[in-house]
């Protein structure tokens, strides 16, 4: 049965409280279908039975609690890297990095 199991991650788009995620667990656990849910810092990984229980209900499942969700996929990883060189570009500058630069 477990050769029918599948992964996906899905990027949560705003931060999570420990209420959220709480109400999360209490409801993938009741779920017939999610064997398994982790979380990271802004997204959710969830090991499921599609037989049981489609990609579609549990982003579904996610969007009812208030989270604004997307699959990830090339382009939205291709965002977030865009956005965290942004943000690396504004910390540290245009210029090349030095590690004793960094130091300081």
């Known amino acids: 049965m477990e050769d029918y199991l599948q992964y996906k991650s899905f990027h949560i ?6 209420e959220k995620i709480k109400e999360l667990m209490t409801k993938f656990n009741s ?7 982790d979380w990271a810092s ?16 549990i982003l579904k499942s996610l969007s009812v609690l ?15 890297l865009k956005k965290m060189a ?13 590690c004793c630069d960094l130091i300081t």
């Not at 779920?31 to 849910?37: A, E, H, L, V, W």
């Not at 942004?86 to 030095?98: A, H, P, Q, V």
Request: charge should be negative; charged fraction near 35%.
């Open 13 to 18: 788009q705003e931060s999570i409280s420990e």
């Open 31 to 37: 779920t017939p279908g999610i064997n398994n849910i």
């Open 42 to 57: 802004q997204s959710v990984s969830v090991v499921y039975n599609p037989y049981e229980i489609s990609e579609k209900e």
């Open 66 to 80: 208030g989270l604004t969700v997307t699959t990830d996929d090339k382009k939205s990883f291709k965002n977030r």
């Open 86 to 98: 942004e943000e690396n570009k504004k910390d540290f500058g245009g210029k090349r990095l030095d």
